[in-house]
C-alpha cells in the first residue's frame, strides 16, 4: 500500500463519517419540520374560528359606535330644540311677568299704605290741621 492509497483510504472514511452525519441532520430536520407543519395545522384549526369571532364583535361594535352615535346626534338636536324654545318662552314671559309682578308689588304697597292707622290732626308749626291722611314722612 502507497501513500496514495492510504491518503484515499482516509478521504473515502471521512466522507462516509460527514455523509453519515449529513443524513442524520438531514433526518432531524424532517422530523422537526413534520413537528412545525403539525404545529401550524393546529394553530390554524384553532386560531381561524377566533379571527372569526373576532371579526363579528368588530363589526357589532362598529354597528353599535353607529347606533350611539345616532342617538348622541338625536340627543345634541333635541338640546338645541330645548335651548331656542327656552329662551323663545323667556322673551314671551318675562316683560309680562315683569310688568305682573311690579303691579303685585304696587298693589301690596297701597295696601300697607291704605291699612295703616290715620291720625286725625298734625300740628304744622304750631298750628293744628286736618289731613286727609298721613304725611310724605309717614309713608316712607
Same mark, same amino acid.
Given at each position: 500500500?502507497?501513500? !496514495?492509497?492510504? =491518503?484515499? @483510504?482516509?478521504?473515502?472514511?471521512?466522507?462516509?463519517?460527514? *455523509?453519515?452525519? /449529513?443524513?442524520? !441532520?438531514?433526518? =432531524?430536520? @424532517?422530523?422537526?419540520?413534520r413537528e412545525l407543519r403539525?404545529? *401550524?395545522?393546529? /394553530?390554524r384549526a384553532n386560531t381561524l374560528p377566533m379571527v372569526d369571532d373576532l371579526h363579528q364583535t368588530v363589526v357589532k361594535a362598529g354597528d353599535e359606535l353607529e347606533r350611539v352615535d345616532g342617538v348622541i346626534d338625536r340627543a345634541e338636536r333635541i338640546t338645541a330644540t330645548a335651548d331656542v324654545a327656552s329662551r323663545l318662552a323667556y322673551r314671551a314671559f318675562a316683560p309680562g311677568l315683569i310688568k305682573t309682578m311690579s303691579a303685585v308689588a304696587?298693589?301690596?304697597?297701597?295696601?300697607?299704605?291704605?291699612?295703616?292707622?290715620?291720625?286725625?290732626a298734625i300740628e304744622v308749626q304750631g298750628r293744628e290741621r286736618r289731613g286727609w291722611g298721613t304725611s310724605r314722612k309717614e309713608l316712607r
Amino acid at each position: 500500500m502507497s501513500a !496514495a492509497d492510504l =491518503a484515499a @483510504v482516509v478521504v473515502t472514511i471521512v466522507c462516509l463519517a460527514v *455523509v453519515v452525519v /449529513l443524513v442524520l !441532520a438531514v433526518q =432531524a430536520l @424532517v422530523r422537526t419540520l413534520r413537528e412545525l407543519r403539525l404545529t *401550524v395545522d393546529e /394553530l390554524r384549526a384553532n386560531t381561524l374560528p377566533m379571527v372569526d369571532d373576532l371579526h363579528q364583535t368588530v363589526v357589532k361594535a362598529g354597528d353599535e359606535l353607529e347606533r350611539v352615535d345616532g342617538v348622541i346626534d338625536r340627543a345634541e338636536r333635541i338640546t338645541a330644540t330645548a335651548d331656542v324654545a327656552s329662551r323663545l318662552a323667556y322673551r314671551a314671559f318675562a316683560p309680562g311677568l315683569i310688568k305682573t309682578m311690579s303691579a303685585v308689588a304696587g298693589v301690596g304697597r297701597a295696601g300697607r299704605v291704605i291699612a295703616r292707622p290715620r291720625r286725625r290732626a298734625i300740628e304744622v308749626q304750631g298750628r293744628e290741621r286736618r289731613g286727609w291722611g298721613t304725611s310724605r314722612k309717614e309713608l316712607r
